[in-house]
């Protein structure tokens, strides 16, 4: 009884056309005689002679199976296939002249994707300036953020799943990492717009002691406030932590809500916000450094492109 299904057809008898060895020249010079229809306008174009043009060609032909131009016509004249395989050209062409133009923009930082971490407070001062600056010199490079805490942003790095971090404050020493400190900026202190303390024009740190707080997480390090309480327990100053938030805008809102001060960089505090006084601190005693890190062999061109404009344009707002 026959079989109700042919047997699969063995390798050896599939179609050898299946494997074609073509170049970019053959695609090259095809596309030239099919825009000329004419060899020896089309070697001149290629600046190449036309028997050599011609055999490569007929090669063409030989490796497709197929007759691409009808040659005893004048002018020539592509055939139905010929036809087809121009638009086919066309595309593969386009495509590679494309894709090498992207690759050279990605190597030179002036394509791709650039992915930023940063805490919460690095926001302020000039980074979102200089971000801005960033993308109208490299308009092609996506940018995609990340908010972090700062003890998440050496593990984010390592991870690759960013490629920069701004870290306030820096990130603790980490040999596959180079960290740059960008600013040391000295806190405020903000109250509610009721407080005894609000109407001065500078606080002691003694005038802190005892006083209603909120504050972020001490831990995990490193932590701002980490910084503020280790500052404050050397000069043997207590605070009364009555709330601890994770953002900076939630403070501000308890702040505001008269639920305890808080501490923040004297940019944020530049900003008027309602109901809110933001004090300087005599001596600039706490402060709140800034940094950028980047894995150290990152060759990302787009980090690098990034790292001269911190140079320029970060500093520290005027008292």
């Given at each position: 009884m026959p079989a109700l299904y042919p047997k699969a057809a063995s390798p050896s008898l599939l179609p050898s056309d299946c494997e074609h060895r073509l170049e970019l020249?053959?695609?090259?010079?095809?596309?030239?005689?099919?825009?000329?229809?004419?060899?020896?306008?089309?070697?001149?174009?290629?600046?190449?002679?036309?028997?050599?043009?011609?055999?490569?060609?007929?090669?063409?032909?030989?490796?497709?199976?197929v007759t691409l131009l009808e040659r005893h016509t004048r002018p020539l004249r592509l055939t139905e296939a010929g036809e087809q395989f121009l638009l086919r050209v066309n595309l593969i062409l386009s495509d590679i002249t494309s894709s090498v133009r992207d690759i050279k923009g990605i190597a030179e930082g002036k394509q791709g994707r650039l992915a930023i971490g940063f805490a919460g407070s690095a926001m302020y001062n000039k980074l979102p300036e200089i971000l801005g600056m960033f993308q109208q010199c490299y308009p092609a490079v996506e940018l995609t953020f990340k908010e972090l805490l700062a003890a998440d942003i050496a593990s984010a790095l390592m991870a690759r799943t960013i490629d920069i971090g701004f870290s306030r404050p820096p990130i603790n020493e980490t040999p596959a990492l180079q960290q740059k400190l960008l600013l040391n900026e000295p806190l405020v202190v903000a109250l509610p717009s009721a407080h005894p303390?609000?109407?001065?024009?500078?606080?002691?740190?003694?005038?802190?002691?005892?006083?209603?707080?909120?504050l972020y997480p001490r831990y995990p390090l490193p932590s701002l406030t980490d910084l503020i309480l280790n500052t404050l327990e050397a000069a043997t100053i207590r605070l009364d932590i009555v709330q601890q938030v994770e953002n900076l805008q939630a403070a501000l809102g308890l702040t505001r809500a008269g639920v305890g001060l808080t501490f923040v960089p004297q940019s944020v505090g530049a900003e008027p916000r309602q109901g809110i006084a933001f004090i300087p601190i005599e001596g600039d005693l706490l402060c709140s450094p800034m940094s950028v890190a980047w894995l150290e062999e990152n060759s990302m061109a787009a980090v690098h492109n990034l790292l001269p404009m911190l140079d320029l344009t970060v500093t520290v707002p005027s008292a």
């Open positions: 020249r053959h695609l090259r010079y095809f596309k030239a005689v099919a825009e000329e229809l004419n060899f020896t306008r089309a070697a001149e174009k290629l600046h190449m002679a036309q028997p050599p043009l011609s055999q490569q060609i007929m090669q063409l032909e030989s490796e497709l199976g303390l609000a109407t001065r024009t500078c606080i002691t740190l003694a005038n802190l002691d005892g006083q209603k707080t909120v």
